[in-house]
T-cell receptor, first 112, second 113 residues
Framework: DAMVIQNPRYQVTQFGKPVTLSCSQT?????MYWYQQKSSQAPKLLFH???????NEADTPDNFQSRRPNTSFCFLDIRSPGLGDAAMYLC???????????FGPGTRLLVL | QKEVEQNSGPLSVPEGAIASLNCTYS??????FFWYRQYSGKSPELIMS????GDKEDGRFTAQLNKASQYVSLLIRDSQPSDSATYLC?????????????FGQGTILTVHP
């Protein structure tokens, strides 16, 4: 089945230790998104890729970076995680000019 | 004013009743509207999308859109305990591209037997 896959599902890191979260998709969608969702809050868009074009949200901290080496994969790098970065990180995809976003299962990040 | 507002609830309804979830948005140019369901600790799952004024029905779910009032709602008929979740309203604001969405903070729905 076509799907959006995120790894790992749970990630524990230490304060200041870089961490990378991955997302892959078999939907062949052009657009990939990264959201941060804290407890009882709305998902907050961090950035998205349209093909290789990177689009950063204005209020996304510099601590967050992303890479998309090919259509299928997208990575979220957190260079120096702080306690406030503990959250669920959601990857989503949508088809070219499509509006429906399909979410992966998420990665829950814990910062110690 | 938040761009997309929802009553956080919790909304509690008995099994078999109709649950009514509401959402208002601030951008009058918004074009597309979505309802996602999110179980605790899980990712959002699309339930309904609606683009035109009026009602759209899919099984037990009905989405209603009123662009003049900047209001979108979701009705769940014959509510089941398995419907207990957080329901997120998402709006595609006018003038944005690539399906960028703005989410409300969600309404917690509890269906009790």
């Amino acid at each position: 089945d076509a799907m959006v896959i995120q790894n790992p599902r749970y990630q524990v890191t230490q304060f200041g230790k870089p961490v990378t979260l991955s997302c892959s998709q078999t939907l062949n969608h052009n657009v990939m998104y990264w959201y941060q969702q804290k407890s009882s809050q709305a998902p907050k868009l961090l950035f998205h890729y349209y093909d290789k074009d990177f689009n950063n949200e204005a209020d996304t901290p510099d601590n967050f970076q992303s890479r998309r080496p090919n259509t299928s994969f997208c990575f979220l790098d957190i260079r120096s995680p702080g306690l406030g970065d503990a959250a669920m990180y959601l990857c989503a995809t949508s088809r070219d000019n499509g509006l429906t976003q399909y979410f992966g299962p998420g990665t829950r990040l814990l910062v110690l | 004013q938040k761009e997309v507002e929802q009553n956080s609830g919790p909304l509690s309804v008995p099994e078999g009743a109709i649950a009514s979830l509401n959402c208002t948005y601030s951008d009058r140019g918004s074009q597309s509207f979505f309802w996602y369901r999110q179980y605790s600790g899980k990712s959002p799952e699309l339930i309904m999308s609606i683009y035109s004024n009026g009602d759209k029905e899919d099984g037990r779910f009905t989405a209603q859109l009123n662009k003049a009032s900047q209001y979108v709602s979701l009705l769940i008929r014959d509510s089941q305990p398995s419907d207990s979740a957080t329901y997120l309203c998402a709006v595609r604001p006018g003038g944005t591209s690539y399906g960028k969405l703005t989410f409300g903070q969600g309404t917690i729905l509890t269906v009790h037997p």
